[in-house]
């Protein structure tokens, strides 16, 4: 009878650990968290100075004394210490008392090893969950969207994310192929630091490349070119220099990485059944993920694969929207939970 009662008080999270943002969803609440997955640590006592946004515009500029921490690199836990710590402070910012968390949903990339499933499982117990369900985010992404994953028809979904991109095919509850590449957001933004680097001598911060990718960033050429000044500091002379950017160069700097991203997606279309490839011909491709945002990459994996490619309507939230729809009707998720459960 405790027990019972226990269970009714209890709070059942979905949580999108992601590399560049943590979102959590609450069980009857909605989404209420949606924060950089970013802590600022006091260097001696490891007290916490901030965390999410706060702790983001921290980022490059904090002194000696503290120092700014993203746990999770390409999908997986980096730090496991500073990654318990974000999440508890998360779960604060969410009003849910750690006594009385009931049952947590964590999405992860297909690829990753058991030894890093085991470590998302182990940060989410010891952050209070009585029980931790693992789910795919590429699954969790087509819940989201709302896609009929348990009809006999293929769909298609490619989440790009901060540290990975997921693509996968699925179909009746699974996921018949998936490929997953560890490069996303962050690896956009790192080939955006090593171009002015190499090209102008310019060293600048891993918050200016983000929002340099997020302004003037493309993956095809712009109807209107933008130019802006880029702020840095001269590798050669030492002091701060101001140089005036295209986006076309921009859009040479990123073509690395998205052609990475496109050949995945090219490799997991030819690994798909052709029943299944013919329904996606149909139906298209989806784009979730914050790099569905990138200015053109729709129309750059159209030009290279003839598909219809179609962009979320809210790419950011579709993972974290699949984990709440998974919490809120578990008996219609159930085939899918114990899939995940058998493959981990």
Same mark, same amino acid.
């Given at each position: 009878?405790?027990?019972? $009662?226990?269970?009714?008080?209890?709070?059942?999270?979905?949580?999108?650990?992601?590399?560049?943002?943590?979102?959590?969803?609450?069980?009857?609440?909605?989404?209420?968290?949606?924060?950089?997955?970013?802590?600022?640590?006091?260097?001696?006592?490891?007290?916490?100075?901030?965390?999410?946004?706060?702790?983001?515009?921290?980022?490059?500029?904090?002194?000696?004394?503290?120092?700014?921490?993203?746990?999770?690199?390409?999908?997986?836990?980096?730090?496991?210490?500073?990654?318990?710590?974000?999440?508890?402070?998360?779960?604060?910012?969410?009003?849910?008392?750690?006594?009385?968390?009931?049952?947590?949903?964590?999405?992860?990339?297909?690829?990753?090893?058991?030894?890093?499933?085991?470590?998302?499982?182990?940060?989410?117990?010891?952050?209070?969950?009585?029980?931790?369900?693992?789910?795919?985010?590429?699954?969790?992404?087509?819940?989201?969207?709302?896609?009929?994953?348990?009809?006999?028809?293929?769909?298609?979904?490619?989440?790009?994310?901060?540290?990975?991109?997921?693509?996968?095919?699925?179909?009746?509850?699974?996921?018949?192929?998936?490929?997953?590449?560890?490069?996303?957001?962050?690896?956009?933004?790192?080939?955006?630091?090593?171009?002015?680097?190499?090209? $102008?001598?310019?060293?600048?911060?891993?918050?200016?490349?983000?929002?340099?990718?997020?302004?003037?960033?493309?993956?095809?050429?712009?109807?209107?070119?933008?130019?802006?000044?880029?702020?840095?500091?001269?590798?050669?002379?030492?002091?701060?220099?101001?140089?005036?950017?295209?986006?076309?160069?921009?859009?040479?700097?990123?073509?690395?990485?998205?052609?990475?991203?496109?050949?995945?997606?090219?490799?997991?279309?030819?690994?798909?059944?052709?029943?299944?490839?013919?329904?996606?011909?149909?139906?298209?491709?989806?784009?979730?993920?914050?790099?569905?945002?990138?200015?053109?990459?729709?129309?750059?994996?159209?030009?290279?694969?003839?598909?219809?490619?179609?962009?979320?309507?809210?790419?950011?939230?579709?993972?974290?929207?699949?984990?709440?729809?998974?919490?809120?009707?578990?008996?219609?998720?159930?085939?899918?939970?114990?899939?995940?459960?058998?493959?981990?």
């Amino acid at each position: 009878m405790a027990l019972s $009662f226990l269970n009714f008080l209890s709070s059942d999270l979905g949580i999108d650990l992601g590399t560049a943002n943590t979102l959590i969803y609450v069980k009857g609440k909605g989404i209420v968290v949606n924060q950089p997955s970013i802590i600022a640590l006091e260097d001696n006592s490891d007290r916490i100075m901030a965390v999410g946004q706060e702790a983001r515009q921290m980022l490059g500029r904090t002194h000696q004394g503290i120092h700014t921490i993203r746990p999770l690199k390409d999908g997986v836990i980096a730090d496991f210490e500073a990654t318990e710590i974000m999440m508890r402070e998360f779960i604060k910012k969410a009003n849910v008392n750690r006594m009385m968390i009931g049952r947590i949903v964590v999405c992860v990339p297909s690829g990753i090893t058991e030894v890093e499933k085991r470590a998302v499982r182990d940060t989410a117990e010891r952050a209070g969950a009585r029980e931790v369900d693992l789910v795919a985010e590429a699954m969790a992404s087509a819940i989201g969207v709302g896609l009929e994953i348990d009809a006999p028809v293929g769909n298609m979904i490619v989440d790009i994310g901060g540290g990975t991109s997921e693509i996968a095919v699925i179909s009746l509850n699974g996921i018949v192929n998936h490929t997953s590449v560890r490069v996303g957001g962050d690896e956009m933004s790192h080939a955006i630091i090593q171009h002015f680097k190499k090209n $102008f001598n310019l060293l600048i911060g891993e918050k200016s490349a983000e929002d340099i990718k997020c302004t003037i960033g493309s993956a095809v050429a712009l109807e209107e070119e933008i130019k802006t000044e880029i702020k840095g500091r001269d590798l050669i002379d030492g002091i701060p220099k101001t140089i005036e950017i295209t986006s076309q160069e921009i859009r040479e700097a990123l073509n690395d990485p998205i052609n990475t991203i496109v050949e995945a997606v090219k490799l997991s279309l030819e690994r798909t059944p052709p029943e299944l490839a013919s329904d996606i011909l149909d139906r298209g491709i989806i784009l979730t993920g914050g790099g569905a945002l990138l200015k053109g990459l729709d129309i750059r994996l159209r030009e290279e694969t003839s598909m219809a490619i179609h962009v979320a309507e809210d790419p950011l939230t579709c993972v974290v929207d699949g984990c709440g729809k998974i919490l809120d009707h578990p008996e219609q998720y159930e085939k899918v939970l114990l899939k995940q459960k058998r493959s981990n």
